[in-house]
């Protein structure tokens, strides 16, 4: 079940307002173009800031994602319609034999179980091509970024496009390693609703990660920094096996 800021009729038009210019994606174009991956799966694809900019690329572009609200919005990004939007997730995908599949934000950190990830990966992993590659990124727990999360207490109003002004609020709700939680309420002012979205979010180490891969049947290739938040990312570069 996605969060409701992605799923919620009301708050998936607020999130691009609030999330800014995404400075975490210009990194991924630049991996796309250096594995030369003509085909790209965005896997949990949101509202498609990614796969719109990989399409004006001239990138064949699949987009998959849970929450049927953040979709409708990829797709008015995406009048001609050069992406594939699909509505599931990693579970449900077809055989596209992609050459790469990518996920960004915190997509790889909501799959809260060993199972959950486990199956995820074995759904991306079936459609990829043999040598096809994965990239994502997690976290570093070490980091401890929910203490910095939990000093960000101030509300923060943005005006978004057609709907008005618009606050949230930002909540950590509670750290039991490896699981935090929180929770954002917005504010819509223009007639006073308040929505909540509540999310957990799991912190792997590297080898926790990278364990995970190889017992899916990825070679991991290379370990990263995130260029736009240095020290506090991990981002993973892994080989799909034969099958």
Known sequence: MPDAIFAHPRLAPVYDTFEGHRDDLPAYVDIVDELGARHVLDVGCGTGSLAVRLADRGRTVTGVDPAEASLRIARAKDPAGRVTWLHGDATTLPALAADLAVMTGNVAQVFLTDDDWARTLRGIRAALRPGGHFVFETRRPEHRTWEDWAEDTDPVT???????????????????????????????????????????????????????LTEGGYR?????????????????VAECGGR
């Open 158 to 212: 943005v005006t978004v496009p057609g709907i008005g002004t618009v606050e949230r609020r930002f909540e950590v709700t509670d750290v039991r390693l490896p699981f935090v939680s929180f929770r954002c309420a917005y504010r819509f002012l223009t007639d006073g609703a308040v929505v909540t979205s509540a999310s957990t979010l799991r912190f792997r180490d590297r080898d926790e990660v990278t364990a995970s």
């Open 220 to 236: 991991v290739l290379d370990v990263r920094d995130a260029p736009d938040r240095p020290g506090r990312e991990f981002v993973f």
